[in-house]
């Protein structure tokens, strides 16, 4: 379902769409059109764009990609798919009860899941706020640990 979403494949895309997305949530995939999860969550994705495309813009991204490197380490993606929200070119944030708050790793249980993430994100979005609290029950929510390397 990736082929029905923008593809981006270089850094010099992924910054123009973050730059260019305004009073809009951009909404960043990062895995491979392969793997299975992401093919579920772009399915999701895919199904909602054009429910939310009054103030949500959606695009994937090979996290194989060469050019597209410099955002996987910068995002410490290494668990696929993860999604990242960005309104105005902010990094927005979300506890969901993770672990890590920066992304969104998986996919989402159901169309409603994410449609409700986003109206979130974009309501606090509007009123400044760079960290939003996640409207999911903490059951639907995968889980995940994180490993720290060196510690």
């Given amino acids: 379902m990736s082929y029905l979403l923008p593809n981006l494949s ?3 895309e992924v910054d123009k769409l973050i730059c260019d997305t305004l009073d809009k949530v951009l ?3 990062f895995g491979r059109a392969s ?3 992401c093919m579920l969550l772009d399915d999701i994705l895919a199904k909602s764009a054009r429910e939310v495309s009054k103030f949500a813009s959606i695009a994937v991204a090979d996290v194989d990609a060469e050019a597209i ?3 996987v380490k910068y995002f410490d993606i290494t668990v696929i798919p993860a999604t990242i929200f960005f309104f105005n070119a ?3 944030k979300m506890d969901s009860g993770s672990p890590d708050h920066t992304k969104w790793i998986g996919a989402f249980h159901t169309k409603q899941d994410f449609i ?3 109206e979130t994100i974009f309501r606090g979005a ?3 706020k760079m960290i939003v609290s996640s409207p999911i029950p903490p059951e639907r929510v ?3 640990q994180l490993l720290y390397k060196g510690i």
């Fill in 35 to 37: 793997d299975t999860v």
């Fill in 27 to 29: 909404v960043l995939r």
């Fill in 69 to 71: 490197q410099v955002y």
């Fill in 142 to 144: 995968p889980k995940f």
């Fill in 10 to 12: 270089s850094k010099e």
């Fill in 90 to 92: 902010q990094h927005m």
């Fill in 116 to 118: 409700d993430v986003l």
């Fill in 126 to 128: 509007m009123k400044g």
